[in-house]
């Protein structure tokens, strides 16, 4: 739902309740095959993350951390880094707004040079 295009949909991570707390969680993205990634664009809903990364990797295993943010305050981030190269693209989040409902990230949007998609 983070990636369809509408902002009136939305991925949220699981609710964090007794044990089912963990202390980070994330959203990945394949692009398919390995891209050029300069930037991407996050569109937060009611809940938010406040520290997260974004990250890249050729094979989902092994992650290069491109852009960290330890003061989201929600709304729109339009996040541009040095150009890196990676089939998948992570948002993982160790901080939120809530601590009970965690993130909701109503668009994650990925680009490569010049801002097009890659």
Do not use: H
Request: charged residues 15%; glycine residues 12%.
């Amino acid at each position: 739902m983070a990636v369809d295009g509408d902002l009136a949909t939305y991925w949220q991570v699981n609710k964090a309740t007794g044990n089912n707390n963990p202390t980070a969680e994330f959203i990945t993205v394949d692009l398919g095959s390995v891209r050029s990634v300069e930037g991407v664009i996050l569109e937060w809903g009611a809940n938010f993350a406040t520290v997260y990364d974004i990250m890249v990797s050729d094979d989902n295993t092994s992650w290069t951390t491109v852009y960290s943010n330890t003061a989201g305050d929600g709304g729109q981030d339009n996040i541009s880094f040095a150009a890196a190269n990676g089939r998948y693209v992570r948002m993982n989040s160790t901080g939120w707004s809530s601590a009970a409902w965690r993130a909701w990230l109503n668009e994650f949007e990925i680009y490569g040079a010049g801002g097009l998609p890659p």
